[in-house]
């Protein structure tokens, strides 16, 4: 058995793509009458409409009746994950958590697979990231992702039990390559939206996925991570998908502020949060990302779209 720990639409898709290879996989939500509603309907309509949920999926709120030390995966917003595991840290006790969210948190500063450490020490900790997206995974269609945990062995257990026939998983024991190659790749989409809404075209969006990938490699290798790890699906890969499909919520986010539209406070964008909380610790350790601090700027209405770009092309000429 598997537990995934988070209705929405990316915890719902884990559930329907690992309910193929058969055995129990509980479905866990927060909100009893969601849970009775998924139970009634056999979809979640709220966050995944129009997919069936096979008769193997579990539905239930009682975090207390989860097996003890089976896997469970965390599919809850990166900025909500420490009062979660603040709240159910003895609940879940020791057993492999695997983080399915991408970003830093505002407060700490840390990662999802840190944030793991730090409010669930009993647990081992590890993440699942890489380009993908929910209703993908869902329909069935191939999608690869990046595995990450410290322990190499908690790891080749995790990737066999979370490989299915459209989702392959890769293994890493770099875990801050792959948290941060998913959560930085968010900020540099909305720049990649604010350049299209401005009608800036695909030239444009190339010259900042590509400037913001060096920024996104400046701060992970001084983190201590591998360079390989951000050539991979949690880096390169995810910024690819990321910056260049009207499926990703950052991207239309950025979209929507390039083209003075409004945006919907009540939508999770990862890529707000993460933009002020780098920002904040690039200048910290001294570190030059202009891009991710431009954005940050955007986001929080200090500049426009317009002159977001003008701050960034009226930079001092550099060698590459």
Not at 10 to 36: C, E, M
Not at 217 to 241: H, I, K, N, V, W
Not at 270 to 296: F, H, K, N, S, Y
Request: one cysteine or more; charged letters at 20%.
């Amino acid at each position: 058995m598997i537990a995934i720990l988070g209705s929405g639409a990316f915890g719902t898709a884990l559930a329907i793509s690992l309910a193929q290879n058969g055995g129990d996989i509980l479905l866990w939500a927060h909100d009893p009458d969601h849970v009775s509603e998924m139970r009634n309907t056999r979809q979640n309509t709220r966050r995944l409409p129009g997919l069936k949920l096979p008769e193997n999926i579990l539905l239930s709120d009682d975090l207390a009746a989860l097996p003890s030390e089976i896997p469970a995966l965390l599919s809850v917003p990166t900025q909500t994950l420490r009062g979660f595991l603040e709240d159910h840290a003895t609940t879940l006790g020791p057993r492999p958590l695997v983080a399915c969210c991408k970003g830093i948190d505002l407060e700490t500063h840390l990662g999802p697979v840190e944030t793991i450490a730090r409010h669930a020490p009993n647990a081992q900790p590890a993440i699942l990231t890489g380009p993908s997206f929910a209703a993908d995974i869902a329909h069935g269609l191939p999608t690869a992702l990046t595995l990450a945990c410290a322990d190499d062995a908690t790891g080749k257990t995790l990737q066999r039990s979370l490989t299915t026939p459209n989702l392959r998983i890769y293994r890493s024991t770099d875990t801050i390559g792959a948290e941060l190659g998913g959560a930085l790749k968010n900020v540099i989409a909305i720049a990649c939206g604010a350049a299209i809404g401005l009608g800036m075209g695909d030239s444009a969006r190339a010259a900042l996925m590509t400037r913001g990938f060096a920024e996104m490699q400046r701060l992970a290798l001084e983190r201590g991570a591998r360079s390989e790890t951000l050539m991979g699906l949690s880096g390169l890969g995810d910024l690819a998908l990321t910056c260049t499909s009207d499926l990703s919520r950052n991207y239309r986010h950025g979209l929507a502020l390039g083209r003075g539209e409004a945006v919907d406070p009540v939508i999770t964008v990862e890529g707000v949060a993460t933009a002020r909380a780098v920002t904040e610790w690039a200048a910290e350790l001294q570190i030059d990302m202009p891009i991710c601090a431009t954005v940050a700027d955007l986001c929080a209405g200090r500049l426009t779209a317009t002159q977001a770009l003008q701050t960034l092309l009226s930079r001092p000429l550099k060698e590459e």
